[in-house]
T-cell receptor, first 112, second 115 residues
């Protein structure tokens, strides 16, 4: 069973701080990694994708991938109360039709 | 314009009934999916269609039957509903099946409650 693990949280950070969300996956042969944000009662929304080792930055968001250690993380700089949501890590494994497996998500609370 | 639209948004029904959920995407994507999100927020894939062809069929009771009349539509029919079917069902689409570098676009979800 290929798994994606996340700490369910909640992770509480003060406004303006850096929020660090982590995700580990079980299969070394993985291709694509995604972070989705899901507000309560809403659908998941793609915020970042990463395929190569290293960092990828997009505005206040930075995704970090380390395939050797099998983890992917999301950093949110200058956290805002509007960032309070559940963040879902998703991994696309190679082989077959390469379906995407989601983690159970980390709930982030940004305290004003 | 809504990119991926699902109807209905809410569905409350009694055990044993049959119900359908409809999904349409106007993004021109070739691949569509049905995901089930349980009360613990775990998103689990159920089915996937690529250009009307079923390509992923997870271990789902055969009471669930997807249908894709064309690549822009993917419907889900559920027979003999059970209490355990209560969940939020999300439709999603993706642009590139092979490389999957764009991630998914999700619909707004259908909250199914079986009483």
């Amino acid at each position: 069973q290929k798994e994606v693990e996340q700490n369910s949280g909640p992770l509480s950070v003060p406004e303006g701080a850096i929020a660090s969300l982590n995700c580990t996956y079980s299969d070394r042969v993985s291709q694509s990694f995604f972070w989705y944000r899901q507000y309560s009662g809403k659908s998941p929304e793609l915020i970042m994708s990463i395929y190569s080792n290293g960092d990828k930055e997009d505005g206040r968001f930075t995704a970090q991938l380390n395939k050797a250690s099998q983890y992917v993380s999301l950093l949110i700089r200058d956290s805002q109360p509007s960032d309070s949501a559940t963040y879902l890590c998703a991994v696309r494994y190679s082989g077959g039709y390469q379906k995407v497996t989601f983690g159970t998500g980390t709930k982030l609370q940004v305290i004003p | 314009d809504t990119a991926v639209s699902q109807t209905p948004k809410y569905l409350v029904t009694q055990m044993g009934n049959d119900k359908s959920i409809k999904c349409e995407q106007n993004l021109g994507h070739d691949t569509m999916y049905w995901y089930k999100q349980d009360s613990k927020k775990f998103l689990k894939i159920m089915f996937s269609y690529n250009n009307k062809e079923l390509i992923i069929n997870e271990t789902v009771p055969n009471r669930f039957s997807p249908k894709s009349p064309d690549k822009a539509h993917l419907n889900l029919h559920i027979n003999s509903l059970e209490l355990g079917d209560s969940a939020v069902y999300f439709c999603a689409s993706s642009q590139d099946l092979v490389r999957e570098i764009y991630g998914y676009t999700f619909g707004s979800g259908t909250r199914l409650t079986v009483v």
